[in-house]
């Protein structure tokens, strides 16, 4: 039998992941970070009801509009919305 000498199975595949959303939402977290300071998201008081709020106007204003740039930031309200859901995810992840 031949062996690899690398044992895969049952591990995540991060190249599973598409690279270009990755993108959009780095360019969301590299402008949070030079507006506000890196990690800051993780300190925001009442942080889960805040981002779940971004989350929702970020979403409203791609349904309106398909393809719209936030005003502020110029950058892709899905891509505001994607780094928002993360947010939310990483701490119900973290709270576990």
Wanted: charged letters at 30%; hydrophobic letters at 35%.
């Amino acid at each position: 039998m031949k062996h690899d000498g690398k044992d895969d199975k049952g591990k995540v595949r991060p190249t599973l992941l598409p690279i270009e959303g990755i993108e959009g939402m780095l360019e969301v977290m590299e402008y949070g970070a030079k507006k506000y300071c890196v990690g800051g998201w993780r300190e925001v008081p009442n942080a889960e009801a805040r981002y779940k709020d971004a989350l929702l106007r970020h979403l409203f204003e791609e349904l309106k509009q398909p393809g719209s740039k936030d005003e502020e930031s110029g950058l892709s309200h899905m891509a505001h919305a994607a780094c928002n859901a993360l947010f939310l995810l990483s701490f119900q992840r973290k709270s576990k």
